[in-house]
DNA sequence: TCCGTATATTATGAACCATAACATACCGAC
DNA sequence: GTCGGTATGTTATGGTTCATAATATACGGA
């Protein structure tokens, strides 16, 4: 359902378009389509890419570890550690118990750099419109909606 | 990769957490598995909810009307229009060619209703902590933002 | 030594989206 | 009137992503 936006036609009511949440999605899938057409000449897709700056980020931290930082079973991130390291973007070196400390390689940083500047650019583009005194609020605000969304009951006051 | 977010630990740095786009996904994330919890009791998903309350708003438009409209392939809307005609809440009659105009039966007026108040409960309960002056400026900064991410080409100036 | 915990990995299935192929009804040209 | 093109709906199929369960292994403590 729904995968870019785009104005459609005239004489359709759109009675989603004045939804926050539903231009949050549109804004969102945008977005992603947006960020892996930039990031496709590395061939990475968003979700390989960000590893990889997260890895970059923190340097020996285990899949564990990012699981729970980025909320994302281990199990599913494993095919991506998987790849970045055929790639030879990464050194795993064994931890404690079965954990294996993820860092870049020299390859991986060169890469990670490259990464970073996709996002870069993907979020010039995105925000070319968007007042820069806007910016920060306009983050502050989607976090607040990540928090208020994720609490588990309906909506107790405050 | 990235399903909720939440506050997850210190000491380990969140790159992404500053950019824009991932504060775009992580928020859309949220509010769609909150929706979706509103909505279950209902036995709808966002997609089929979401399609009640377009036919509901453009009585008589045929799914080429709403895959054109909604940017989603007749093909895959298919079996959620399947869907709630199996529950009773569509009307299907025919139109020219192989069109077929859907509208809302009674029973289709009811379930609107309700998903109506439940897409309200949603966008009450994300926006609590959005000041009401800056809802509707946000709405339209996310509409820039889907425009001009969609744009094909990188970013040419303005 | 043995059990419990934590981690990584594999296998599997569900949900969603895209594409392609097919069937059918209208419309216009000849 | 027939024929071909177009638009629409439907079915089938594959890919991607995510969740869950099961398995294997290493550490720590009773």
Request: net charge neutral.
């Amino acid at each position: 359902m729904m995968t870019p936006p785009e104005p459609p036609d005239l004489s359709i009511s759109d009675p989603l378009g004045a939804m926050l949440g539903f231009q949050l999605r549109r804004a969102s899938v945008a977005v992603m389509m947006a960020l892996a057409e930039e990031l496709a000449t590395l061939g990475l897709n968003p979700g390989e890419a960000s590893l990889l700056l997260f890895i970059g980020a923190n340097e020996g931290v285990t899949q564990s570890d990012i699981g729970r930082a980025m909320r994302a079973q281990p199990a599913n991130l494993q095919p991506l550690v998987h790849k970045l390291w055929q790639a030879g973007a990464l050194d795993r070196v064994a931890g404690k118990g079965r954990a294996i400390a993820l860092s870049l390689s020299d390859e991986g940083r060169v890469l990670c750099e490259k990464v970073s500047r996709a996002f870069a650019r993907n979020e010039a583009r995105i925000t070319r419109r968007v007042p820069a005194e806007r910016r920060a609020e306009m983050i502050e605000l989607l976090r607040l909606i990540c928090m208020d969304a994720c609490r588990p009951g309906g909506r107790e006051t405050e």
